[in-house]
Structures are given as structure tokens and as C-alpha cells.
């Protein structure tokens, strides 16, 4: 046989560094996915409707503060302390102790 073009070879090799790249992406998508579906069926389970409802809003509005509500709501339901579906009133009261917890950890400087 006779010796391959240089050339030829590392773009052989480019491409499949490049398919190779291609393919981590897409798992980490997928990966990606799978964990925010099984965050929504957590949610979807302790959650009613119309809190459901609120959450989806604040998700547009705020989507950082929707993320940690969701990550506090999901770590109640793994740690099993809640016993029934939590209600708009009391997704609403934990609005408001997440807010307050928010705007004491505010740092301020006092000039001289």
C-alpha cells in the first residue's frame, strides 16, 4: 500500500475529534434533559395545580428565584416532609421566607 496523504490524514482525524465532540454534546443534552423531566415529575407530584401555576410565572419573571424554590420544594420531597400536595397559600408563604432570608443576607456599606 502505499503512505496516505498528510493532509488527508489530519482532516481523517479532525473530523472524528470533531464527531467525537459532537457526540459528548449531545449526551450532556440529553443528560441535561432527563434530569430537568425528573425535577418536573417531583414537582408535578407535590405540587397542586394552581401552584404549579405560580411557579411557572415566577419562572418567567425570575428564573434564578424560581430555581431555588424548586430546588427547596425537590429537597423537601426527598427528605419525605411533605405529607400531601403543597397548596398556592403555602407556596406563597414560602415565597415569603425565601424573600426574607434574600434581604438579610444584603451586605451594605457605610461610607465615612
Known amino acids: 500500500m502505499a503512505e496516505e496523504d498528510p493532509e488527508l490524514e489530519a ?10 465532540q459532537e457526540q459528548i454534546t449531545q449526551q450532556q443534552v440529553e443528560e441535561q434533559r432527563r434530569i430537568e423531566n425528573q425535577r418536573q415529575a417531583i414537582l408535578k407530584g407535590i405540587l397542586t395545580n394552581e401552584a404549579r401555576e405560580r411557579l411557572a410565572n415566577i419562572k418567567l419573571a425570575k428564573p434564578d428565584y424560581a430555581m431555588t424554590l424548586e430546588n427547596q420544594l ?14 398556592d397559600e403555602q407556596l406563597r408563604s414560602l ?16 461610607r465615612r
Open 11 to 20: 482532516l481523517r482525524k479532525k473530523r472524528l475529534e470533531q464527531l467525537q
Open 95 to 110: 415565597l415569603r421566607q425565601l424573600t426574607q432570608t434574600q434581604r438579610e443576607s444584603k451586605i451594605t456599606f457605610k
Open 74 to 87: 425537590i429537597q423537601l420531597a426527598q427528605t419525605r416532609r411533605v405529607s400531601e400536595k403543597i397548596t
